[in-house]
């Protein structure tokens, strides 16, 4: 998830499990709790395609996490002396601030190695996109309406509770809406007599109305499609698009190829471009904009050359959300349209 969610998340997380006792400090380390996981980021690994499969790794398992809980505590309280009385309130904090970082990192569809080191398996449901007004808007509401309010009241600190309670609920839909969206996917996918080996669908940018469709084929060839739903059916349109899985035949070894199709899970787009071998995650964009794409080889007569992974610049197209609100709402234009035609 975003850092302003996260951090926002630790800092609801924090006022939740400590904020009648100590006040603003709770959301204070609540905050800088949710953040710290995601610094790994700035923790340089010398090749683009480690910093892209490595983050999300180890400084997101639990047994690190929980391992680094006692210290973060300790040193806390040599900070706070005068709330050494409680110990026990704080470990709750740091340890809740982090399990609820992974857990909703996993919501997502990036991937989470939260069994690391003992399994290296990203965990990534796709239920929810990594930026959600709807569930991060309340939760802030919340921690600001504890920040603000007085705390004779103890209303902020209700409202704080009452926002997390619905974000989670929020959570929990994302899951019920994303069950409901894949059985229609493959029922209409059926029916269209479809054969696809590997089936995504994750949810829409901003949005659980919305969910893109990636259905993979055994040749590498893949269709992508949308489903709204207010669409009111259960059809599924889908586009193919061409996948050079042939320029992987001599790449079979290479570390970059066989760690990119590992961590996508298999959900890659392989293209050639000015001579470039080029792997893009199919999971996170949208055709032909991809956010992770990396070039693996250079093109030879005959065969491919192995090159150094580079990292390609993301291609954001800030006018696709335009009309992935639009989709979201086609079926009521659509019908809006037509009564008035009538």
């Known amino acids: 998830m975003d850092s302003l969610t996260q951090l926002t998340l630790g800092a609801a997380v924090g006022e939740a499990v400590m904020g009648r006792k100590i006040g603003r400090k709770a959301m204070l380390w609540g905050a800088a709790c949710g953040t710290l996981p995601d610094l790994d980021v700035f923790l340089p690994l010398g090749d683009p395609v480690k910093d892209f499969t490595y983050h999300r790794s180890f400084s997101h398992s639990i047994f690190v996490l ?148 990636i259905a993979k084929q055994s040749d590498g060839h893949y269709y992508e499609g949308y489903y709204s739903l207010l669409d009111g059916h259960r059809e599924v349109t889908l586009n193919r698009y061409e996948s050079r899985a042939d320029l992987l035949t001599d790449l079979e070894n290479h570390w970059p190829v066989k760690r990119l199709r590992w961590f996508t899970k298999g959900f890659l787009k392989v293209s050639q471009t000015d001579g470039a071998v080029v792997i893009s995650d199919l999971r996170m964009g949208a055709e032909p904009s991809y956010v992770f794409s990396f070039i693996v080889a250079e093109s030879g007569n005959p065969h491919v050359s192995p090159v150094p992974a580079q990292r390609l610049p993301a291609n954001r197209d800030l006018g696709m959300l335009k009309d992935v609100w639009r989709r979201i709402w086609s079926c009521l234009l659509y019908t809006s349209d037509a009564a008035d035609d009538n």
């Not at 996109?129 to 309340?138: A, R, S």
């Not at 509401?141 to 704080?160: F, H, P």
């Open 66 to 213: 929980s391992l680094l809980t006692p210290l973060l505590v300790w040193l806390i309280l040599k900070l706070h002396p005068n709330l050494a009385r409680y110990k026990k309130s704080w470990v709750a904090l740091v340890w809740l601030c982090f399990m609820t970082h992974i857990l909703l990192d996993c919501f997502t569809v990036y991937g989470t190695q939260v069994f690391w080191p003992f399994s290296d398996y990203p965990v990534g449901w796709a239920s929810i996109f990594i930026i959600d007004p709807l569930y991060t808007v309340p939760l802030l509401c919340g921690v600001i309406a504890a920040l603000v309010m007085n705390r004779t009241s103890d209303l902020g600190y209700r409202v704080n509770r009452a926002t997390l309670t619905l974000t989670s609920f929020y959570l929990i839909w994302s899951v019920a809406a994303q069950t409901y969206v894949t059985a229609a996917v493959e029922d209409s996918l059926t029916r269209q007599a479809v054969a696809y080996d590997k089936l995504l669908v994750s949810a829409g940018p901003l949005n659980t109305l919305l969910w893109r469709i």
